[in-house]
């Protein structure tokens, strides 16, 4: 598939949940194409970085899920502080454990979970629709119930995948991603390359095979797709673009160039532009 | 002058103090995960277990759990013990074997600790990171405080979202938030505080050398606890000034945290 195709199946006020952490391998050319459609109103379900940045700096979330959002290196989302800043988006912020436990509620097909995590934060007064359990066993605690967490859609970057959509994390971390796959409906899976079936396991390891078929609707091969956020070991953080994303960020006359810049034509011409940007600053 | 020897001779500064009373949180701790979040408690964890608190487990920042003693700011050069994906953070975290020592924007008498926004939740003055996993960690095993700047705005009479659990809202909340909690010791610039008092508000349990009662006293927005004679915070030995100066931050990071000035 291409990335305007798997847009294409999306609709607008979907809950559609994003891979990765922070801002390490997330699936962005997926949420670059989100930015390029009309998709508005969207739930967006995130262990955070400048996904969820680009997505609120565009006005897609009405809502967000999220236990924290980071640009790691840049501990701060410039884009999702103003938007809560300026109060245009609603918000439901778990403790990150909570979070997992809504997607792996969702993804067992029960009602909740339950957890001493955030019993006694305010994680309880400002979601009040959480609900707590007592158990039904002898020691009689009451936990908190986390409630599942069911995702219309999923996107995740891998490193590698077959064509069928068995798909592989090459560095050293899954993250979240097998969660937010059986957590979702539907399931598109972009990744650095797409290769043969038994060159999977042959290269990674059996350990690095965590997404399978079975969960995958879509795959989009998309080198570079995570890019400016890192996907070890076919690449770093572009660190250098994230300062200049950030420092964008700040001011309204910036942004509107950035965006024009990177943001405003195809995935291709994304790509195009970051590959040119040392050349740019040369010429600059 | 060489800076390497002008360094070994010279006393230690506050940030070295700094480095080994966040260290001295760890101390009897045993063989659990130390989890330092910021620049100081991270020499402080690796500084514990180079000398009295061998059997710590530490991180490489990533996902692997890393033995030696190596510089801040640089790859750890291993040899790797084991894998810790994020999945078995939370793990570890619930399951307790772990002592974290976090960097809170706002702390307050009774250690609830805000990571999460400035202002009102609804729409705060700052956004800041979200509350992470400062909810989960407090009710499941020992946490500790680093805060470079002591200030009326960090040491506040209430937080603006409690993101690290106290012991008066875990109280309220009831036994299964209460069950594990404990809030080991706060570090500062200028002290060492603990909630080693009958109601288990926030003590303080020394100052560092330079630092007077009336000037923590001053920069704290609540009444603390204050015995009758305070101690001073314990000296880095030359053995652990060494260790801090030649092998775990040689660069001089702790000072971007706590400035240089002689203690």
Known sequence: MTEDAV??????????GIGGWGSRRKPMSLVRAILRSELRDLTVVSYGGPDVGLLCAAGKVKRLVYGFVSLDSIPLEPHFQAARQSGSIEVTEYDEGMLQWALYAASLRLPFLPTRAGLGSDVMRVNPGLRTVLSPYDDGEELLAVPALPLDAALIHLNRADVTGNAQFLGPDLYFDDLFATAAARVYASCERIVPTADLAAVGGIGSLRIHRWMVDGVVA???????????????????????????????????EFVATYLDGTEADYQQAVASRPERAAAI | MSEGRADTMSDPTRAEVCVVACAEAWRGDGEIVASPMGTIPTIGARLARATFEPDLVLSDG????????????????GPVEGWVPY?????????????????????????????????????????????????GNTVNHPT?????????????????????????????????????LQLRRVVTNLAVLDFDTPDHAMR????????????????????????????????????????????????????????????
């Open chain 2, 62 to 77: 990533e996902a692997l759990y890393v033995a030696g003693t190596w510089p801040v700011g640089e790859p750890a050069p």
């Open chain 2, 87 to 135: 999945r078995a953070v939370f793990d570890l975290a619930w399951g307790g074997r772990r002592h974290v020592m976090m960097g809170p924007s706002q702390i307050d008498r009774f250690g609830n600790a805000n990571i999460s926004v400035i202002g009102d939740f609804a729409r705060p003055t700052r956004q800041l990171v979200g509350v992470r996993g400062a909810p």
């Open chain 1, 7 to 16: 847009v294409a199946q999306l609709r607008s006020g979907m809950t559609v």
């Open chain 2, 144 to 180: 500790s405080y680093w805060l470079p700047k002591h200030r009326t705005r960090s040491f506040v009479s209430r937080v603006d979202m409690v993101s690290g659990v106290g012991y008066d809202e875990a109280a309220k909340a009831g036994p299964a938030a209460s069950r594990f």
């Open chain 1, 222 to 256: 998309a080198p570079n797709g995570a890019h400016f956020t890192s996907c070890v070991p076919d690449y770093d953080r572009d660190e250098e673009f994230q300062r200049a994303y950030v420092h964008a960020a700040k001011d309204a006359g910036a942004w509107r």
């Open chain 2, 204 to 263: 303080l349990a020394s100052v560092h050398p330079g630092v007077t009662v009336d000037e923590v006293v001053a920069n704290t927005g609540f009444q603390l606890a204050i015995g009758a004679d305070v101690p001073q915070t314990r000296m880095p030995t030359a053995a652990e000034l060494r260790l801090i100066r030649t092998v775990i931050d040689p660069h001089g990071a702790r000072y971007r945290e706590v400035q240089h000035e002689h203690g």
